[in-house]
């Protein structure tokens, strides 16, 4: 039997335009507003042969004329620059008679090869609790496979995922990702391993930097716009850690990017490297929303000038991801 769909009140309630703003366009207008930039093979990514990739090529050959009408957008459409919790860019969703049995087993294959065994496994439970599976999502194409930029979005409850073969060469992802999970109960949802695991940078805290750490009310979960160099960023930066705090730190960056493919999490990676590094990131506890008083911080944030991964765990899980390349400052 279908599992009923679960409502999300606050993700109903938001005003999507706020979205857009707080990303900033970072695939076009960041790049004007914070210094992006991208220089070709210099990063770890995915290509236009990965595997997922390779799928979404015979994704886009299968559509017929109909079905590019719908689902499918130059490039450049602003669309692709937008993020939200609860959305669907396109119409037609991956279960109806939209699609045939071969173009949903190619999605099926998409969305295999853009996570990790154990992330694929997750979201799979996620849209089957959230939205009674991924047959509630929705596709749309940017671009065109094996002629131009191209990018692949499955959007719907509680998700924002993308496969573009590097096409937006300023971003990690192919641009900002959302996660989540609808189950209110926090030590059920699937995500409550990362608080625990972010919990155990803050317990390594000593006092002093724990009450620097510790923040008293957290910013707009959408708010993700990289600020670059002269950004301001709150809790405690890593680079005043001690080493074995900073080494929990990197440990703690590899289980939040495990449930992606490794392509995706190595472009994170060297994304961070190439812009200073963890001694750059800010890591925030927010004493909003903790729930059940435990001092478990459910809504965390780690940040830097090219990074932002903003958690909100309380009262259910919305992640927003951005992850960005800087260009060194210009020579006067």
């Not at 609860?86 to 949903?104: C, E, L, S």
């Not at 609790?129 to 409850?157: C, H, Q, V």
């Not at 809790?235 to 005043?240: C, D, H, K, R, T």
């Not at 911080?297 to 951005?322: K, L, S």
Request: charged share 25%; proline share 5%.
């Amino acid at each position: 039997m279908k599992r009923p769909v679960q409502t999300c009140s606050d993700c109903d309630s938001l005003d999507r335009r706020d979205f857009l703003r707080s990303v900033g366009g970072i695939a076009l207008a960041g790049a004007a507003t914070t210094g992006l930039w991208y220089l070709p093979g210099a990063y770890a990514a995915p290509s236009p042969t990965s595997a997922a990739e390779t799928a979404v090529g015979r994704f886009y050959a299968s559509l017929s004329e109909e079905q590019k009408k719908t689902i499918c957008f130059p490039f450049a459409d602003p669309l692709r620059q937008k993020i939200n919790a609860n959305w669907h860019i396109t119409k037609p969703t991956v279960g109806n008679n939209f699609y045939n049995a071969d173009q949903r087993k190619i999605i099926e294959e998409i969305v295999k090869n853009v996570t990790s065994p154990d992330g694929y496994e997750r979201l799979k439970q996620q849209m089957e609790f959230d939205a009674g599976g991924i047959n509630d999502y929705s596709i749309a194409m940017f671009g065109e496979p094996g002629k131009s930029a191209f990018e692949w979005e499955l959007t719907g409850r509680h998700l924002t995922l993308r496969a573009d073969g590097n096409s937006v060469d300023q971003a990690a992802f192919g641009g900002p990702i959302v996660y989540g999970h609808g189950e209110e109960d926090h030590k059920k949802n699937l995500y409550y391993y990362q608080t625990l695991q972010v919990n155990e940078v803050f317990k390594a805290l000593d006092a002093k930097q724990a009450k620097q750490a510790l923040v008293e009310k957290a910013p707009a979960e959408a708010a993700v716009a990289l600020q670059g160099d002269a950004g301001k960023f709150s809790g405690i930066a890593v680079s005043e850690l001690s080493s074995d705090q900073k080494g929990l730190v990197l440990k703690t960056l590899g289980v939040l990017l495990a449930p992606y493919r490794k392509e995706d999490a190595d472009e994170a990676m060297e994304i961070l490297k190439a812009n200073g590094g963890t001694d750059k990131l800010h890591m925030a506890f927010y004493q909003q929303g903790d729930l059940q008083n435990d001092k478990v911080w459910d809504i965390w944030r780690v940040e830097g000038p090219a990074f932002v991964w903003h958690f909100r765990g309380a009262p259910h899980v919305h992640a927003y991801i951005n992850i960005g390349v800087l260009a060194p400052a210009k020579k006067a």
